[in-house]
């Protein structure tokens, strides 16, 4: 069985008092059986979330992760560094990037190769716009997604991804999938990766959008939805602590 995963992606929010207060809730009481559980703050603030955190059981991830290692690139942050301020996870091709800072399926796919070089677990997100849904395109966007990724990368190392499936329509909207348009694709992306070589059964494949207390148990409850990658509600301690004991319980 596949253990679950929450995943906490800040975005650009927090400062060094309120991380100090959020984090240490978290360190206290963040831990819960048989889930992994990972906060994804800023870049700047990953050595403060690591310091408070350490031993806690809770990991770290970053947002984003630099497709080079070293050299002169300014401005970006490599796997290597990552890993040295004791990251776990790193996501990858978030929607935002994709369409605020005009990530390509190559670049992401760049990413998901150097993370994976410098020993990190990617989080590769994908999903559709919500007229690609209307339009009946979901799946093939996603495929195509996934498609450059398992193109560029050798299929042996691709059992290590976790996939956050994150429909743009969404995210940050209010508006969830239902559990079973989420398990249906869950079980899409599941067959993508398995058809293209990839050992698909134990990879764990997460929903992201909208996820909150109310909701995350029914989503839980679906065979292939492995975790929640969860924004605004991971800002706020009793939300994203009602989330991890979902998980919590629908592992038993
Ligand atoms: P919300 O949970 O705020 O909808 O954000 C989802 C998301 O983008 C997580 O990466």
Known sequence: MRRKLVVGNWKLNGNLARNKALLGEVRVGGFVEGVDIAVCPPFPYLQQAGDVLSGSGV??????????????????????????????????????????????????????????????????????????????????????????????????????LVVAYEPVWAIGTGLTATPEQAQSMHVFIRRCLGRSGVDSDGVRILYGGSVNAGNAVQLFNEKDIDGALVGGASLVFDGFKAICEAASKASL
């Open 59 to 160: 990991l770290l991830g970053a947002q984003d992760v630099s497709a080079y290692q070293e050299g002169a690139y300014t401005g970006e942050v490599s796997g290597p560094m990552l890993v040295d301020l004791g990251c776990s996870y790193a996501i990858v091709g978030h929607s935002e990037r994709r369409s605020l800072f005009g990530e390509t399926d190559s670049r992401v796919a760049s990413k998901v190769g150097a993370a994976l070089a410098a020993g990190l677990t990617p989080i590769v997100c994908v999903g559709e716009s919500h007229s690609q849904r209307e339009h009946g395109e979901a799946e093939q966007v996603v495929a195509a997604q996934l498609e450059s990724i398992v193109a560029a990368i050798d299929i042996k190392l691709l059992d290590r």
